[in-house]
């Protein structure tokens, strides 16, 4: 039981999330990590790499927090992405929107932060425009048509969404052992695949981006679930994860947290607004992008082409903010940390993603052709 002062411990949580949010914002610079890009090129160039990297990402989480599981030390039934309400239509079109914004938007919002640390003023606006449509679907105009609309399509499954969850209901096995049985064989071929490329195996930047994506994973896992729990708050004398704005175990994601960021500046004087865990980590990926920008000397101020490239970041940002929010995350969120939990939403929202940003950059070759 942590019994340490529930505002220290915030101070620990907020300050890990943005020490982890810093590395992956220094080396998704340094390596180019992009989800975006990755579909670019394979789509565009037949090149795989950027993909194997992302892919890896996903490997290293998944097995990273398997472990975690495993070890009793968090349990990841207790965050957003295991619920037994499988929102398919919202997985869907949160997802294919988020691709086709991305696509418009040069990049996700992980990718967004990073470019802001690099002097990139387009991502500034595809920052403020993602999280004000974010706040707008999480409890505003967009948020009716996502409650009223999308999340009426659901499909209940008992006890939860989670691929353990459903094999043990299935099968009478234990949850556990088929969580850990299937982290085990989905992250293997995941890195099995990615290594099987003698172009990635050639590359350290791969690895490097691969790997430090899925641990900041894992370790956002650690600073939450751990550090930050409680399980007896002084005040409720419930349990309780500290700092965090879903009020449950969280790890890396980039909408919701930009659409908190920007209420904590608005409402900087009202003392019921903290620091969170979401806003640590979108502040420490634009300082940690900045600082190896500036250190490398690869600082640039970039601003749009023209009135076309305006719109098209501005509604890339939009598209991103109601996406993500109705997707229940973004190609780190859902794509990564969400399938970390094996949640059968976060694998369709990935698949959605790729869709939505594939055929929009078809779209976009086609115009040009």
């Known amino acids: 039981m942590n019994e340490a002062d529930p505002a220290q411990l915030a101070r620990y949580v907020t300050g890990g999330a943005f020490v982890l949010a810093f590395i992956f914002g220094a080396v998704g610079n340094k390596t180019n990590f992009c989800t975006m890009g990755a579909v670019s090129d394979w789509v565009n160039m037949g090149d795989t790499g950027r993909m194997r990297m992302w892919l890896l990402a996903i490997a290293v989480a998944l097995l990273g927090s398997s472990l ?40 996700c919002g992980s990718k967004t932060l990073i470019r802001i640390g690099g002097g990139n003023l387009k991502s500034f606006v595809v920052f403020v425009f993602l999280g004000i449509a974010a706040y707008m679907t999480l409890r505003g105009l967009f948020g009716a048509f996502r409650v009223g609309v999308l999340e009426q399509a659901s499909v209940t499954l008992v006890p939860g969404q989670d691929l353990g969850s459903l094999a043990a209901a299935a099968t009478g096995m234990a949850k556990a052992t088929w969580a850990a049985i299937l982290a085990a064989l989905i992250g293997g071929a995941l890195v099995a695949f990615a290594y099987a490329s003698k172009d990635f195996r050639a590359s350290f930047d791969y690895t490097l981006g691969g790997v430090v994506t899925g641990l900041v994973v894992v370790g956002g896992w650690y600073v939450s679930g751990v550090v930050g729990f409680i399980e007896e708050h002084p005040e409720t004398l419930q349990e309780a994860f500290i700092a965090t704005n879903t009020g449950r175990m969280e790890s890396f994601s980039f909408v919701s947290p930009m659409a908190f960021t920007l209420e904590y500046l608005m409402l900087w004087t009202d003392a019921s607004k903290i620091v969170t865990y979401g806003i640590a980590s979108a502040a420490g990926v634009i300082a940690g992008s900045a600082a190896y920008a500036l250190a490398t000397r690869t600082f640039r101020w970039e601003g749009f082409r023209d009135a076309e490239d305006t719109a098209n970041h501005i509604v890339g940002g939009i598209l991103m903010g109601f996406g993500g929010i109705t997707a229940l995350g973004c190609t780190i969120g859902a794509a990564i940390t969400g399938i970390s939990t094996l949640a059968l939403g976060s694998f369709i929202t990935f698949a959605a993603i790729v869709a939505g940003s594939a055929l929009t950059m078809k779209f976009q070759y086609w115009r040009m052709s």
């Open 68 to 107: 975690l599981q495993l070890a009793g030390l968090v349990d990841l039934s207790k965050s957003v992405y295991t619920g037994p309400n499988l929102l398919w239509l919202s997985h869907i079109v949160g997802g294919f929107l988020f691709g086709v914004g991305m696509t418009l938007g040069s990049g």
